[in-house]
């Protein structure tokens, strides 16, 4: 058995966060003990975010990212913006630099608690999504669903956030699209050789759009902010919208912004639930009694 690790539930926008305190050690949080949190309704969660010690001069701590079925992700922005306020809360500090498999991160809480990360410049070339085969113009791809002669979805959209995402541009409400039933299918593509995170984007203005995501290992969530970032860059790469978008997910609006240096700049916000500690090497947890003294990540308010 593993020393305990606190944690504390969160979401950001309804996507399922556990913020782990991996720092000061050298042990991982096990891919099995990952699982067996994931399937704990009470802890159930889609994405893991370890926060760990720096590994890279002039970065605050590295940051590995789970998903629940104990695979990496690159990049998460709704856990990173829950990673923000669990350390802003605790350091009662605003501003953060992270490492993660995507790179170097930056990001900033605002004084009305809204939270902005750096998620960095989005990659559009084939072979760094990546795609299986050759597309010279990847704001546009040929996939399909449906029959042949009147697909359900076509031609989406690809880009990688550091994590890859095609984003399928629809007519309809996005809620009139089985995306439960189409996401497994097209997440695991061959044309997706490390599979994708599969959108589905209606435009409702020059500045908005609505998005669907069945997410890479996770599947259905309220909220992807990779996807709200990749779909974003893709919408203004294709003339749907200008460079600031708000795109509102099931679980609530992100504002993302394209900037003239190429960075995407993700807002929105996170929500602490509960605190508690667990095993790093088999998942096994307790839940933070409320008279805790302030060893867990992110408690707020408690002296
Ligand atoms: N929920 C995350 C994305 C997780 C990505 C993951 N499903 C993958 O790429 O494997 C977000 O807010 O960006």
Redesign the pocket.
């Known amino acids: 058995m593993g020393e305990q690790t606190a944690f504390a539930k969160m979401n950001?926008l309804g996507?399922e966060i556990i913020v782990a305190d991996m720092r000061g050690r050298s042990d991982r949080v096990a891919p099995a003990a990952a699982i067996a949190l994931a399937h704990d309704p009470a802890t159930r969660f889609?994405?893991l975010m370890a926060i760990h010690d720096p590994k890279t001069l002039d970065t605050d701590y590295y940051v590995e990212i789970i998903?629940c079925d104990g695979t990496q992700?690159?990049?998460?922005?709704?856990?990173m913006r829950c990673v923000v306020q669990a350390l802003a809360a605790e350091t009662g500090r605003n501003s953060f630099t992270f490492e993660t498999l995507a790179g170097i991160l930056t990001a900033e809480e605002h004084a009305g608690g809204l939270i902005s990360v750096d998620m960095g410049k989005p990659r559009f070339g084939w072979q760094e999504i990546p795609l299986a085969e050759e597309f010279h113009d990847t704001r546009r791809i040929e996939l399909q669903v449906g029959p042949i002669d009147d697909p359900v979805l076509h031609s989406p959209s690809a880009a990688s956030m550091g994590?890859p995402h095609a984003i399928f541009w629809v007519d309809r409400d996005v809620w009139s699209y089985e995306l439960e039933k189409f996401g497994p299918l097209l997440e695991n593509h061959p044309i997706f050789p490390e599979r994708a995170?599969i959108s589905i984007a209606q435009i409702t203005a020059s500045d908005a759009l609505t998005l669907r995501t069945w997410?890479?290992?996770?599947g259905l969530?309220l909220?992807?902010?990779?996807?709200a970032c990749a779909a974003a860059v893709s919408a203004a790469r294709t003339d749907r919208t200008g460079r600031n978008v708000t795109v509102t997910v099931p679980g609530g609006p992100l504002l993302i912004e394209w900037r003239e240096d190429d960075h995407v700049l993700m807002t929105g916000p996170a929500e602490w639930e509960f605190a508690g500690s667990f095993d790093p090497a088999t998942g096994a947890w307790m839940r933070d009694a409320d008279a805790a003294p302030l060893n867990a990540i992110g408690k707020r308010g408690v002296a």
């Not at 909220?223 to 996807?227: I, N």
């Open positions: 950001g996507n889609d994405q998903n992700a690159q990049a998460c922005g709704n856990g994590n995170n997410e890479r290992s996770a969530t909220a992807c902010g990779s996807a």
